[in-house]
Every structure is written in C-alpha cells, then in structure tokens.
C-alpha cells in the first residue's frame, strides 16, 4: 500500500513559481512511476506531467511543457512539480498519483494510488 500526500499550493500572481511537493509512504515507492494531474472547476482530471522509475525519463503535457518541472527524491521518498511562468488558466486542485508500473505514463488509470489534492490558483 502506498499513501501520498502533497503539500506546496497555495495562491500566486501570473507570471509566479510554485513548487509542490509529493511525500510518499511504502518501501515499494521507489519502483513505482509517478505522476501529476489536475482538475479544474467544471473539467475533467488532466494529466500534467509523470516520470519514470528511475527518474531518468519524464513526460509532459503540451500545455506545461518548458514551464514546468517534474523530479524524484528516492531517499526523501518524494516527488516535486516545480511549476514556473504560472498562468491562471494554471489554476487547479493538483493531484499526485502512483503506479505499479516503472515506465511513466499520460493515462489516469494507469494509476493506482492518488492523494487528496492541493488547491493552486494563479490570479491574474
């Protein structure tokens, strides 16, 4: 069993950084790909960004490419979504989720663990 829970949301202007941040629980974690998605009011979960096992591959979306940044910590057990150039169309609950797979995928239900969300909103 895994259990995830982020942390680093908040409020920014336009144009701002934000770094948010996935502890995860579970000695299984650092074979696991994690990954970012969002969810807007009114729209449906979107994926944002997910790496690798190893941390050596990652994938973006196109709408976050160049902007922002994903990485892991094996020994600190936790993923970052390091979140530059913020737009308010930006502006989401940010979900970290964990899969039982090493390779890093776009799709939500190639995960198998979710935490609870944080709040990001980017005012303009």
């Known amino acids: 069993q895994v259990q995830l829970a982020e942390s680093g949301g908040g409020l920014v202007q336009a144009g701002g950084s934000l770094r948010l941040s996935c502890a995860a629980s579970?000695?299984?974690?650092?074979?696991?790909?994690m990954g970012w998605f969002r969810q807007a009011p009114g729209k449906e979960r979107e994926f944002v960004a997910a790496?690798?096992?190893?941390?050596?591959?990652?994938y973006y979306a196109d709408s976050v490419k160049d902007r922002f940044t994903i990485s892991r910590d094996k020994a600190k057990n936790t993923v970052y979504l390091q979140m530059n150039s913020l737009k308010p169309e930006d502006t989401a609950v940010y979900y970290c989720?964990?899969?039982?797979?090493?390779?890093?995928?776009?799709?939500?239900?190639?995960?198998?663990?979710w935490g609870q969300g944080t709040q990001v909103t980017v005012s303009s």
């Open positions: 989720a964990a899969a039982r797979r090493v390779h890093e995928s776009s799709s939500f239900r190639s995960y198998d663990y």
């Open positions: 579970g000695r299984t974690f650092s074979s696991y790909a």
């Open positions: 790496i690798n096992w190893s941390g050596g591959s990652t």
